[in-house]
């Protein structure tokens, strides 16, 4: 099994930035994908940002330009660089791993985007 803990989120202006933490149990490298979803009241969770086979990323269309996704397989953490937020970034962001078939999540943490 893999842990994963959240951390870095809280309440900022729009246009502000935010620097979300993830530290996971065990180390990556093994995972097929790493990445960062959210999920908004009244919405499904949606992928923001991930790295998949041979260390590319995808980042969601919404985000393009604010916001960079990074690792630290060393210190097994999974960063999300947040600039220039909106308020339609609100949401809740979780850290996913996916191992073979298995999908683990953190529990989340909140980000909340004042106009």
């Known amino acids: 099994q893999v842990q994963l803990v959240e951390s870095g989120g809280g309440l900022v202006q729009a246009g502000g930035s935010l620097r979300l933490s993830c530290i996971a149990s065990r180390s990556m490298y093994r995972a097929s994908a790493v990445g960062w979803y959210r999920q908004a009241p009244g919405k499904q969770r949606e992928l923001v940002a991930s790295?998949?086979?041979?260390?590319?990323?995808n980042t969601a269309d919404s985000v393009k330009g604010r916001f960079t996704i990074s690792r630290d397989n060393a210190k097994n953490t999974l960063y999300l660089q947040m600039n220039n937020l909106k308020p339609e970034d609100s949401a809740v962001y979780y850290c996913n791993i996916r191992v073979m078939s298995s999908n683990y999540w953190g529990p989340g943490t909140q980000v909340t985007v004042s106009s």
């Open positions: 790295f998949t086979s041979g260390g590319n990323t």
